[in-house]
T-cell receptor, first 109, second 116 residues
């Protein structure tokens, strides 16, 4: 079966760095997405990785290792507004998106 | 980018009734999708809304229960028919504005349905 695993909840301190991991087992691979979803709001796109390595975009970076079926989202200089759920999603060989359950990130002052 | 408007944003419905959710995109998009999201759970794809033809449903979802229309490239509706409390969920419309199937998804703000 196809499976996306990510921690249910993480807590971090304002100004710090946090890494949210995502491991996947899918039928083929056509890219991995990270989305941010604030409570009661729509998910918004953060990043897309299809090749191995690190993609940096401001305070957010996303890493992919296809051989390990592994990705992480790195958030630097955390701000209170970063409190949200972070969804990992993988596009399989049929271009179907397989979604993780999301990681709820709690930022404390 | 694409801005997606959904309505209603929330509703409380009686068992056995049906409700239609509307989704309007501010630009022409290639793909439109309907998702369901239970609190604290992942997004579950209900179907792909195809313009001018029948929607493509995922396993566990059928047209009689979730009829979908997509009359043009910017508009779609999802009807939740003969509702039961198990249908209480957030229903999200999404669209892909990218080329092919690897474009990023844009989401509406969701329609929160509570079935009594």
């Amino acid at each position: 079966g196809q499976n996306i695993d990510q921690p249910t909840e993480m807590t971090a301190t304002e100004g710090a760095i946090v890494q949210i991991n995502c491991t996947y087992q899918t039928s083929g691979f056509n890219g991995l997405f990270w989305y941010q979803q604030h409570a009661g709001e729509a998910p918004t796109f953060l990043s897309y990785n299809v090749l191995d390595g690190l993609e940096e975009k401001g305070r957010f970076s996303s890493f992919l290792s296809r051989s390990k079926g592994y990705s992480y989202l790195l958030l630097k200089e955390l701000q209170m507004k970063d409190s949200a759920s972070y969804l990992c999603a993988v596009m399989d060989s049929n271009y179907q998106l397989i979604w993780g359950a999301g990681t709820k990130l709690i930022i404390k002052p | 980018s694409a801005v997606i408007s959904q309505k209603p944003s929330r509703d409380i419905c009686q068992r056995g009734t049906s409700l239609t959710i509307q989704c309007q995109v501010d630009s022409q998009v290639t793909m439109m999708f309907w998702y369901r999201q239970q609190p604290g759970q992942s997004l579950t794809l209900i179907a792909t809304a195809n313009q001018g033809s029948e929607a493509t449903y995922e396993s566990g979802f059928v047209i009689d229960k979730f009829p979908i229309s997509r009359p043009n490239l910017t508009f779609s509706t999802l009807t939740v028919s003969n509702m039961s409390p198990e249908d209480s969920s957030i229903y999200l419309c999404s669209a892909s504005a990218g080329e092919g199937d690897t474009g990023e998804l844009f989401f509406g703000e969701g329609s929160r349905l509570t079935v009594l």
